[in-house]
């Protein structure tokens, strides 16, 4: 990944996106050519060197059967969106500003294991739903579902967990525009109603974190 010194992210960050609740795409290069799927994940930083991430795939999916050649890649992404140059200060200032794209990206390298073990899998269905059923008023429980029904759906899938290498992230956030320009982003989303990215540009502004 192309990454400007303006737009690296530092460990903190990468922590901070891979442990939202969220999805990846999981791309593995097999003999039949590459393969790629979206995934929930969960991240856990306490396995290996620099964590890992858990999810799980349909039994059906051709994915899991085909040999991964070399690494895997899992791409992660946070808020994005189209950057208009009339929210720029500088537009009325030299007019020299052209419309540009902002974003959150993290390729996350890694080495894949398949688990085709009904407890391994259970554990991890559990943990995604508790992860993303949490901040709900009335949250669902796996216990919430018949026992035998629960059971078939956990013979329908495998478990993947991607052993992290390393990982290239990309905070491409308006960080290399001058501070009136960054302002102009932020009103500029915000007006648009895009508040999450426009949350991103101000938590990373120069300064800002």
Do not use: C
């Not at 808020?79 to 990206?105: C, F, L, M, Q």
């Amino acid at each position: 990944m192309y990454v400007p010194t303006h737009f690296a992210a530092d460990d903190a960050a990468v922590h901070d996106l891979l442990s939202q609740p969220s999805a990846a795409d999981l791309v593995t290069v097999t003999p039949v050519g590459l393969l790629a799927s979206l995934l929930p994940f969960i991240y856990d930083p306490t396995v290996g060197r620099h964590g890992t991430l858990l999810a799980h795939l349909a039994r059906a999916n051709e994915q899991w059967r085909q040999p991964v050649i070399g690494e895997a890649l899992a791409i992660v992404r946070g808020p994005d969106a189209y950057v208009s140059p009339s929210w720029y200060a500088s537009k009325t200032e030299h007019g020299r500003v052209v419309p540009t794209w902002n974003y959150i990206t993290a390729h996350i390298y890694g080495t894949v294991t398949v688990h085709d073990d009904p407890a391994w899998v259970e554990q991890l269905v559990r943990r995604l739903t508790n992860q993303h059923e949490a901040h709900r008023a009335d949250p669902w429980s796996v216990d919430d579902a018949p026992d035998k029904f629960i059971a078939g759906q956990l013979r329908a899938i495998v478990g993947v967990e991607l052993a992290i290498s390393r990982v290239e992230a990309k905070f491409k956030l308006s960080q290399n525009r001058p501070e009136a320009d960054i302002t102009g982003v932020v009103n500029g989303l915000e007006a648009h109603g895009d508040t999450a990215a426009a949350t991103a540009v101000s938590n990373f502004r120069p300064g800002g974190r």
